[in-house]
């Protein structure tokens, strides 16, 4: 194995500074409905097993979300809104922190429930699906609030 040339170490650099390593995730409450997005940095894996994501609504703050580090993977447990079930999924690192966005469904009723990608990419999809979501949360007769 050689060392880089001061060319290669210069590409590999930009490389680096190109790849975002933050990942916004958005994700709905079971117990009171809210709507919660966090941003995630490739450093809240380092040294954890497990990162736990709360209801950001204050007076909730029900654990609603894990992530936990596979061998090439992570695994998402999420507390379904619609199903009432915890739900488990297996997403490759490379496509948790490069795709613009990822949705994640109930098996049940194949309604999304969680979203992961770059912060405009799910914020465009919280807007795109905002009526839908507040119609199905008071379809399941759930207080939004």
């Known amino acids: 194995m050689g060392i880089a040339s001061v060319g290669q170490a210069g590409r590999i650099k930009e490389l680096f500074m190109i790849m975002d390593l933050n990942r916004t995730i958005a994700y709905i ?42 061998k090439d993977a992570y695994g998402i447990e999420v507390e379904c809104p619609v199903c009432d079930e915890t739900h488990g999924y297996t997403l490759k690192q490379q496509s948790f922190w490069t795709r613009k966005l990822l949705r994640l469904a109930c098996p049940a ?12 990419g799910v914020s465009a999809e919280l807007d795109k699906h905002s009526s839908s979501i507040s119609e199905l949360l008071e379809d399941m007769d759930i207080e939004d609030e």
């Open 29 to 70: 409450c079971p117990m009171c409905s809210a709507i919660t997005t966090k941003k995630l940095s490739v450093f809240d894996f380092s040294g954890r097993k497990t990162v736990v994501c709360s209801c950001g609504n204050e007076t909730c703050s029900e654990p609603v979300v894990k992530l936990y580090e596979k």
């Open 109 to 120: 009723s194949n309604i999304n429930i969680f979203f992961v990608g770059d912060e405009a």
